[in-house]
């Protein structure tokens, strides 16, 4: 008496490496290098994005590195251009990025419009992203929930689209899961939501509609306990994911209803 | 920077049992017992519940009986009283209950309105709890959302209040979390999220309102894999419970805004 | 190429009587009689409910009356119960209305759960509405979104059913769109959304989803300006109205998805 | 006793032109120009938008002409790139509207991205808005809910930007507000949100926003009955704009509750 259809897994596969884990956390915001190490840990994520401009890897041999704490060989490290506001800005971190990491290729793009909003400048990204393919970067990009955009993204040759769910730093959660419904119609690579997490559930929801994964900072580092929250994502990640295979029951206005709400009531 | 706080746990404890497992799963409308077996053990749940008057547990002897495939021993089960119309219906099914499994006290008690919608009678359903309660039931009570009809049957002694978060069986959410609060607000016996949950996201909801844990049959039995769903749930409930007790981080219309978000925009 | 059908309009008959407006207002939280019949005015009301309790109509006739500023000739007066607890209290309270009114039958009943909450206690609000009806009032009666308590109101005989869209005073609009629709479905007098609209969309909303009207109080008096809000309320009431009676185009992800959206996505 | 402020009220005015109606209606779907014509009057609207690819304003001569039956003396024609998927074709089509109307110099550029979504094509439509705007048309810009492309059209010099509530014929409303109101707080042309609407209640949502202007084709043109649907479209946006206007009461959880709901509940 199953009304739904499960669906076939298949693991995240990012510039040639599979994932067990499908969230990826960041770097910033957290009291100190400890509580990141022990969010990470909590959270299961085998990848962790660092804003090349902001922490330090190395740049500044006088203060204590990152790579001091959270081990390159066990976490695979995503440099990202938090902070920069045009192409030329991000491609240059990007570079910076590859020569401090021994030839690392895979980068976070991101470009922002500005500093209070901190929404994406989608045309300085498209700008960035051809230069960084070109240029032999392995690019994930952060964008907008603009389905153009995002198919585009993935045509110049990114390896995965970022769609925020909503600004970063604004814990709004998905904020128009039809853009992000019509951007996962059209995608060969994957889609994994960057931004707007508030808390597990909004994760959870992220993975129900399909995406390949979610990245996530401040909903770890500003919750009351951020370890604990990280917990909580790494459940809510799977969750979602485990919910949007296993295939979910039809909604109905009540059980003996002869057939689904087709949103025309509200 | 952590703008929120987080909170202490506590253990779930129904009638002087304390359970790990914040999710209790159903016993309806799966393929058979051997599936239900599979779902309550991926769901990490100690607690099932059973329709008395349909689920074979001994009544009818020439039938298989689901205690020989699901042990007594092993998980809690909670006798419910789906199919009464009436409270003198929901009374005589819990003593029966009682009879049949030597003495047993605990019951989830349910009085529902008509087979069309599966609304609970909540009128019925305060009849049949006084007498319950007076006959030395532990009675878990299964209600809409009404805070006052929640607080009245706490007040009669029911050991952990139910509410709704949709009509069983229609899988859509919880349509009314504004009222699950109110009812948070003023109880001092567990409240359970009993109905409605469609989907994992749902439950992580249920969870971060503060709810002590969520009861679900439909969502589980009717998903393309069920047993997938049921490992889906089990992260869910702990997922939200964990991230309720972390404290999530504030609403805000993007990172650098002054104020959360206060409801007057929308 | 029309996908919807519009339907017939019946006019809104209470108590044997004809209404062209289908907004109702309320007499609290005004500055002065003077601005209550300026909202009343701007908002093509033709009944106005008024708190037995604590409006003037004359039963202190040292002090100025409502009834010396707005017309009962021009408006009809729907006495109310408002800061009644219990039947016993509403019921006294609306046969002082019918004696102070000089047999004035038409009543609104509530009967409120507590002073914090506001909301309404459906128990008691039975119980009054059987001996409002018995004892020959025209009862109109404020309640929960409990479709079945609706139901069973309309059966004791109440003239209209008022279920709340969210709290009095809150402001929060229709929170259950869903219970209203069950409401609906089974309905044969009027369904009058009573407390809860706090803009005008809720109201549209409201009235597009198929009730026969809208009450409503603080909206408007606590709007910054109220005459000006109980415009806007007018034109949304009969927006709505129209919407439903047009018949609204399908919702689809977009134009040319073959099927409109089953609220399987999310 | 109120708790917010009023608004001051300023006229819409579009390339020198004030208009007492917020809303502008299409013509594309209709039965045929007579209903199109009675739509328009039962819409109050004054501005008709037009897809110069579509509806022959001349072009053909020798079949009738919406100019016909819809009088340009008495409303403002707004030409229409509708169909045009490049930057050229739109700029192209402009042009040949100029040349058809007598040096008509008012234009709605919309680019979009393909004809499955009907999702605007933002650099295209930044590309072209520039060259219009050089070429010395008056151009009202559909795009995105993009924050930073609204801005940017504006910077280029268009007279009004248009983003989209949700993809055109879809009828989804106002899918994400926030970024509406994020355009909103930067913008210094008025902002008229374009697509989307499928209902009443949608438009006013759009207008209790504080947009100044909603537009709008098939949310008349395919609901049941067009011409009531015009007219509940026209009370829609006033009563929207009258509740920006008079400043709505503020949410909370219920009246007595001390603060605004501030987001960080749900």
Redesign the interface.
Known sequence: ???????QDKPLVLAGKTYQSRLIIGSG?Y?DFQQNLAALEASGAEMITVAIRRVNLGQNKDEPSLLDVISPEKYTFLPNTAGCYTAADAVRTCRMARELLDGHKLVKLEVL???????????ET?VAAEQLVADGFDVMVYT?D????AK?LEEIGCIAVMPLG???????GI?????I??ILENATVPIIVDAGV????DA??AM??GCEGVLMN??I??????V??A??????V??????W?????????????SS???????
């Open positions: 008496m199953q009304n739904s259809e499960h669906r915001k009291a419009g500005d500093q209070k909003t901190l929404y994406p400048n989608v045309t498209l907008s603009d389905p153009l955009i585009r909503a600004p970063i730093g604004s814990g709004l904020r128009n899961p039809y853009n419904r019509m508030g808390t597990a559930s959870t929801i129900e509609l401040t909903a580092a500003e919750a009351g306990d951020p604990l929250m917990s909580a994502m790494q459940k809510a799977i969750s979602g994911r485990e919910a295979l296993a295939g979910r029951m039809p909604r109905k206005l009540y059980a003996s209803a689904p709400i087709d949103g025309t009531f509200f």
